[in-house]
Each structure stands twice: as structure tokens, then as C-alpha cells.
């Protein structure tokens, strides 16, 4: 089976597509964002593009992992999360408070999907 990698750089790829799965890297804001709402909305059209580009969508989603930066931001991140994810199609998820490679993420979404196709 081929493997299929998107937006790839020396160090990772934001996607892998193998076998009819979609693995994303950790999703991270680009730039610094006022909110964490404003921050969880970039990291998931981030998402959004890397499904679509994967050929999947946020109704094929199986696993979802969250490092908030402060749990103080879980139920802002939460509101935002569940007005993105499809009714009846919550994947299997964790969150977990961890201190973020970047200094101004407050929150980093790995997700892993099912191909459309497959």
C-alpha cells in the first residue's frame, strides 16, 4: 500500500494517509491568538483543510488527543469543539494539561480519521 504524506518538511508531515486511516500531527496555531476560542477555531479550519486534503472530514474522526496548556481554557475549548463536531459523531478522545513546545499555544488537537473511500 502506498503512503501518502501532505504538507511534509525535513522534521514531519501535518498528515499520513495509509491503509484508509488519516493520522494528523499536533495542531498548533500559527500566530498567537487573542482567546483560546480564537485559537481552538484556527487549529480546527487547520484540521478542517488536512481532512480534505486527506480525503476525509470531521465526520469520519476516530480519536482526537488535546494538550491545553491550563485547564483553566477546558470548558472554552469544549463549547468551541462541540459546535465544530458533527451531532452523533464525537471520536474517542483525551485531553490532557501539558506545558506546549510553542510559547504562545495554549492548546495543540492531534485527530485520527477514516478515509472517505475506505
Not at 75 to 92: I, Q
Amino acid at each position: 500500500m502506498k503512503i501518502k504524506r501532505i504538507n511534509t518538511s525535513a522534521r514531519m508531515s501535518k498528515a499520513v494517509v495509509y491503509a484508509g486511516m488519516v493520522h494528523l500531527a499536533g495542531i498548533v496555531a500559527e500566530a498567537p491568538c487573542a482567546t483560546i476560542t480564537d485559537e481552538t477555531q484556527q487549529i480546527l479550519a487547520t484540521i478542517d483543510d488536512l481532512l480534505t486534503q486527506a480525503g476525509s472530514g470531521r465526520d469520519r474522526l476516530l480519536s482526537a488527543q488535546f494538550w491545553v496548556s491550563d485547564m483553566r481554557y477546558y470548558d472554552e475549548m469544549n463549547r468551541v469543539w462541540d459546535a465544530w463536531l458533527p451531532a452523533g459523531e464525537a471520536p474517542a478522545r483525551a485531553c490532557v494539561e501539558a506545558k506546549l513546545a510553542r510559547p504562545h499555544a495554549r492548546i495543540e488537537i492531534m485527530v485520527v480519521a477514516a478515509q472517505k473511500d475506505a
